[in-house]
């Protein structure tokens, strides 16, 4: 099976930063595209950015200019540097992995999701 572990969350104040990482281990042939997305109470789940194996990235809007998303592919790892953070990115956020798994002879593609990490922006 194959898992996915955030860490990094927590609160920061109005301007500060935070790196998020999650770690992905198991039994992992090749992890395709990797993202993070978030959602804040009452509110939809949002993709905040995406990296693919290529290293070509996306970003929500909201957060272009201010979050980075990197990935280790040495380490099954990825990363969601957050800087300037304000109130509205306070959210828990998540993990996900599209990526194929191996199991005998077979492969399965499939997507995965972390356990999710919260972020509290407040003074």
Not at 12 to 29: D, K, M, T, Y
Not at 47 to 65: E, F, M, P, Q, R
Request: hydrophobic share 35%; aromatic share 12%.
């Amino acid at each position: 099976q194959v898992q996915l572990v955030e860490s990094g969350g927590g609160l920061v104040q109005p301007g500060g930063s935070l790196r998020l990482s999650c770690a992905a281990s198991g039994s992992i042939f090749r992890i395709n595209a990797m993202g993070w997305y978030r959602q804040a109470p009452g509110k939809q789940r949002e993709l905040v950015a995406s990296i693919t194996s290529g290293s070509s990235t996306n970003y929500a809007d909201s957060v272009k200019g201010r979050f980075a998303i990197s990935r280790d592919n040495a380490k099954n790892t990825w990363y969601l540097q957050m800087n300037s953070l304000n109130s509205e990115d306070t959210a828990v956020y998540y993990c996900n992995a599209d990526l194929t798994r191996i199991s005998g002879t077979f492969y399965y593609a499939q997507t995965y999701w972390g356990q999710g990490t919260q972020v509290t922006v407040s003074s």
